[in-house]
């Protein structure tokens, strides 16, 4: 049994977000609350067959984000991307983008897998940035 089982807690979940982050110590409670809560929800199951398998990322190839079928999306799309993003590389979000027609990215330096918590203001510059200037979907 894993400890996600056995013996989940909010300082679990700051360990596991801690380690999304580029400067670990920089995870803030904020964000450990808000993903504690998720995981304790009774949506978050819909993805998993169970909250502790989500915990403990055996769901997690079901419900990534992987190029097969991108190329059916014909919105405006960006992706936002941290150079140091454990979940995958760079090399990950340059085949998405590859995989979406027409799509931008931006790759923040010195980000894990939140641009929005590394880089608040820079992030949201560049999401009112696409939001105002992409075109609507056909």
Excluded at 37 to 54: A, E, F, L, V
Excluded at 107 to 121: I, L, T
Aim: glycine letters at 8%; proline letters at 7%; aromatic letters at 8%.
């Amino acid at each position: 049994m894993t400890r996600a089982a056995m013996d989940d807690d909010p300082a679990w979940t700051r360990d596991r977000l801690a380690g999304l982050f580029h400067e670990a110590d920089r995870c803030p409670e904020e964000l450990v609350d808000m993903r504690y809560d998720i995981y304790h929800s009774r949506s978050s199951g819909r993805c998993c067959p169970g909250p502790s398998s989500c915990r403990t990322w055996r769901c997690v190839s079901a419900t990534s984000c992987v190029p097969t079928g991108m190329g059916r999306i014909t919105c405006p799309t960006r992706i936002y991307w941290g150079r140091h993003n454990p979940m995958g590389d760079t090399s990950e979000a340059e085949g998405i983008h590859a995989a979406v027609r027409g799509s931008g990215m931006t790759v923040y330096d010195e980000c894990g897998h939140f641009p929005q918590w590394k880089h608040p203001e820079r992030f949201a510059a560049d999401s009112v940035t696409f939001l105002t200037t992409a075109e609507a979907c056909p």
